[in-house]
């Protein structure tokens, strides 16, 4: 088993799924909303850790992430721009896991 978790992206059918969902083992979803994420883009970050990994931890890192994607890339966390500045990506991820 591992936890997963999840946020950003955008609003399917009026939940927006940038509500950080959780799931364990990849078995059912739970989850508590997340805050300060804005659903505008078409991009996810996805964190996945050890099922002994506490899933609020993992959620603070996930969200950390994109609020930190969102504005290096001024807001618009959509495919295109997150393609077109991906060695700032890279370097944001290499500094996310120092």
Known sequence: GKTAVFC???SIGGIPAAAG?????GAGAGG???SGVSAAGDVRVVHIGP???SELLLAH???GMYDALANLMGGQTDRNMILDNLELVFL???EHCD
């Not at 969902?21 to 083992?25: D, E, F, I, Q, R």
């Open 8 to 10: 950003g992206g955008t």
């Open 32 to 34: 508590a909303p997340s």
């Open 51 to 53: 099922n002994t990994e």
């Open 92 to 94: 944001l991820i290499d």
């Open 61 to 63: 890192l996930c969200e």
């Open 21 to 25: 969902a959780t799931a364990n083992g």
